[in-house]
């Protein structure tokens, strides 16, 4: 089965090592620059639990050079996966599968979700329907991404915890293609539990961080000290009720309430939260599909959404006097 990791870096680069361990795999990846270099010339090097494992894979730049795949699995941020749409095009046969590892709301979110809002679209990740045309979302599958990694230098992934990568189909049903790429998955030592109902497991992901990304970044502040002080705590809190509000209008559901949930936060500890850590590394914030996708998603719904709106607005202007909140052409 011919596999691409599209943006092999901490999370993409964790999983292609991964997916390198399955016989049935030929494996590509798309990177770039000094990790790209590094990975084809000494292998794509994975440090777990204190052992060091290496893999030969085959890297480009250039997807052109790869041609069509059974399976893509796009690791890119949501700015980056809306930019580099149209890239991946020569990857594309007429059944190639498109699983999306982004954070936040995925493009595809409303399509085989059913009732009054099948076939909406999201102008906040999604601008111009930009991936909904280039890939279309028949080819989507839905993963919600667990696992904490980061590239120590070059062709070096180091794993800190989590081996989860929850697969889903938009429509809840379990196919022969979710099966068959979550086979390979767990194969090369990574947990691929197939879902039926994806979206709900996007969101308790997703429930944290609007929050806590946006109000770090804002107060610099790490994820034990938002989650306890009494002031941000409660921003957290109503920013979540009204995203639950959302969630639940449009089908989804919690397995756990709010306050489990901002408790678990705390007890993770002086964590900085991704936002934090881009804002700091004068990186691109990942604003819109972390909160300016929910706010729109309640605008669809004809929720309010009061609380998140307004820390929203600071976060962009935020970003954007910093640079680092990225822009789409018209």
């Avoid at 090369?188 to 197939?194: E, K």
Wanted: charged share 25%; aromatic share 6%; hydrophobic share 40%.
């Amino acid at each position: 089965m011919k596999i691409c990791v599209y943006g092999a870096g901490a999370i993409g680069g964790y999983l292609a090592h991964g997916l390198a361990q399955a016989e049935e795999v030929e494996l590509s990846i798309i990177a770039r620059g000094p990790h790209l270099k590094a990975i084809n010339e000494n292998g794509l090097t994975l440090l777990k639990d204190g052992e060091s494992s290496t893999v030969k894979v085959r890297g480009t730049s250039d997807a052109s050079e790869l041609g069509p795949q059974d399976a893509i699995f796009n690791c890119l941020k949501a700015h980056q996966a809306w930019a580099s749409a149209d890239d991946l095009k020569p990857l594309l046969g007429p059944e190639t599968t498109v699983v999306t590892c982004q954070n936040g709301v995925p493009w595809w979110y409303f399509h085989k979700i059913g009732g009054e809002f099948e076939g909406k679209t999201l102008d906040s990740v999604d601008r111009g329907d930009r991936q909904w045309n280039a890939i279309g979302p028949e080819r989507a599958i839905g993963c919600s991404v667990y696992p904490a990694t980061e590239i120590t230098e070059p062709g070096v992934i180091k794993h800190t915890y989590g081996d989860k990568f929850a697969l889903g189909e938009p429509s809840g049903e379990s196919t022969p293609r979710i099966e068959k790429l979550s086979a390979l998955m767990e194969e090369g030592g990574l947990r691929a539990p197939v879902l039926d109902d994806i979206r709900s497991e996007l969101w308790l992901k997703l429930w944290g961080n609007l929050c806590f990304n946006p109000i770090s970044a804002l107060t610099r502040a790490t994820l034990d000290i938002v989650a306890t002080d009494p002031g941000t705590r409660a921003t957290c809190k109503a920013m979540m009720l009204e995203a639950q509000a959302v969630a639940e209008k449009l089908g989804s559901s919690f397995r756990v309430d709010v306050e489990r949930r901002i408790n678990g936060a705390a007890k993770v500890g002086a964590h900085r939260t991704s936002m934090l850590q881009d804002l700091e590394a004068d990186k691109a914030m990942e604003i819109d599909a972390l909160v300016t996708a929910v706010s729109e998603m309640g605008k669809i719904t004809g929720l309010p959404t009061p609380m998140l709106d307004g820390v929203l607005s600071l976060v962009q202007q935020l970003g954007r006097s910093k640079g680092l909140y990225p822009t789409y052409p018209e």
